[in-house]
């Protein structure tokens, strides 16, 4: 009898499919450490209230996160899985765009690469947040633009649509690269898409896409362009045109700026492909638009990919042979592996400390909004220091008099100290918890008077204004979390001098 052979199938020793690997078990391994991140706690509750849009987002992470923490409580692991799938699909894309683009088996290695330890796409990989889509799926609008000009196939802008509309999705930031895309297109051969159905079908179809989501904002009065407006006006940084590009080289690697660079050549000067030149100009329209909005330097990220796949098939036609190649790639690995402690939780937090101290990298060099900074970036700061306020605030609850618990609520200043409560309180006998701050102002007081509030932080003679009756109960030292969230007093506060119904307008901040 014949024996069978088993041949590995040839997918699998393609670099898209052995570095998308690498990325994945890369973040399943890392992904389970610290805690829960602000954002994630919020996004589990904002999911609890289902919604076509909420203030300062899209539905679907929402719901993503709540449908975890309804299966799996706050597990990090399940919670974590699908940021960690989505990059793992990018840094595969990427190598795949750049075999598409004519690169080679060098290129496609180093494209990939590139993107799987960019700073920015390790957080991206780490944490349920809004942006964690936003690689992919501009990668791949970048991938059907190419197949596009190289098909001629129309229906490609189909495809375009229905990957906007999932973009859409879950954040808003595509549109800035649709609009800088629509001046390439003018400005491009593709303009004759202009003159054919299919472009307005794909823009059709990812208007429809978006459509329920159009119309919470339109009912709620458009909250976000509020929300945005706070952080042009002064939450974020603002930076200068130096300073802008210098963050964006931190945030994908300082070592990659030859191959993004190299990547805007390439794009802007190929000949046998003049439409893919609408790419570049979306760079420079989107990059001149985020500086004179102070947006924050991460906003421009997810183009990067695409970048680094147009770059990686200009080095291989410029570095024949193979030690050049090698090094570029040990260029790559080596910046990302020095980097790689600073943004994934590989570390526990006093080795991170020195970590960062010993190889220069400060948390402010990583921050994009004023304040102060914790000794952790802040993206690990945000993961601390929630359980321990939980804890407090809910032990402080149960000392309550049962005539005061009845009536009491837990006031947080932002949503990441309300869904704290939210999240972990129950458990801990811990009080309801409200808000002004972006969706929490919409819940509104939840029926509490006022009359008995238990809040975090502030200044005792200013909560003397609004209370007849100020306590200090309690307090908060967690040395990792984000300095406005430690070494603050929990209060109790009673007899308000106006009732919450009506001060409940003035406390709302979307920002």
């Known amino acids: 009898m014949a024996q069978r052979s088993w041949a590995i199938p040839p997918f699998v020793t393609t670099p898209a499919f052995l570095l998308g690997s690498v990325c994945l078990c890369l973040h399943l391994a890392a992904n389970n450490q610290y805690d829960v991140f602000r954002d994630e706690l919020y996004f589990i509750v904002c999911g609890q209230h289902p919604a076509f849009g909420y203030v300062d987002q899209p539905p679907l992470i929402p719901l993503i996160a709540a449908a975890s923490y309804s299966m799996f409580g706050t597990a990090l692991l399940p919670l974590r899985f699908l940021p960690a799938l989505a990059m793992a699909a990018t840094v595969a894309l990427a190598a795949e765009f750049a075999r598409s683009l004519g690169g080679g088996r060098f290129a496609q290695t180093l494209s990939g690469l590139a993107t799987l330890l960019a700073p920015v796409f390790l957080v991206y990989g780490l944490l349920l947040v809004t942006d964690m889509l936003q690689p992919l799926t501009w990668l791949t609008c970048s991938w059907l633009l190419a197949y596009l000009i ?10 375009f649509g229905a990957v906007v509309g999932v973009s859409l999705a879950s954040k808003y930031l595509i549109l800035f690269y649709m609009a800088g895309l629509s001046v390439g297109v003018v400005a491009t051969p593709l303009r004759r898409s202009l003159l054919k159905p299919w472009l307005y079908g794909g823009a059709a179809l990812a208007l429809a896409m978006t459509a329920p989501n159009l119309w919470w904002q339109a009912a709620h009065g458009w909250p976000f362009i509020e929300l945005g407006k706070a952080g042009a006006s002064g939450k974020n940084i603002a930076l200068s045109p130096v300073g802008y590009m210098l963050q964006e080289a931190l945030l994908v690697g300082p070592a990659s700026a030859p191959l993004w660079i190299a990547g805007l050549w390439r794009l802007a000067t190929d000949k046998s492909a003049p439409g893919l030149r609408a790419i570049p100009i979306a760079y ?228």
Not at 150 to 159: G, M
């Open 284 to 511: 420079a329209a989107m990059a001149a638009l985020f500086v004179v909005i102070h947006g924050k330097a991460y906003y421009l990220a997810p183009i990067y990919p695409t970048l680094f796949a147009a770059g990686a098939v200009a080095f291989e036609s410029w570095l024949i042979r193979p030690i050049w190649r090698w090094r570029a790639v040990a260029v790559i690995a080596v910046s990302g592996l020095v980097t790689l402690p600073m943004v994934l939780p590989v570390l526990p937090p006093p080795q991170l400390i020195a970590y960062s101290r010993a190889i220069g990298l400060s948390p402010s060099s990583s921050a994009f909004e004023r304040g102060a900074q914790s000794p952790l970036p802040q993206y690990f700061a945000d993961m601390f220091g929630w359980r321990e306020m939980a804890a407090k605030v809910s032990a402080v609850y149960q000392s309550l008099p049962p005539t005061d618990r009845e009536h009491a609520v837990f006031f947080g200043r932002n949503y990441g100290e309300a869904a704290a409560l939210d999240i972990y309180g129950p458990a801990l006998g811990g009080p309801p918890a409200i808000s002004g701050h972006n969706n929490y102002y919409l819940w509104g007081p939840r029926g509490f008077d006022g009359s008995v509030v238990i809040a975090v932080g502030g200044d005792a003679m200013w909560l003397a204004k609004l209370f007849e009756d100020v306590e200090v109960a309690g307090h908060l030292d967690d040395p990792y979390a984000m300095p406005f969230e430690t070494n603050i007093n929990i209060y109790v506060l009673r007899s308000p001098r106006r009732p919450l119904a009506e001060a409940w307008p003035a406390l709302k901040h979307f920002d």
């Open 150 to 159: 190289r098909t001629r196939d129309e229906r490609a802008w189909l495809a």
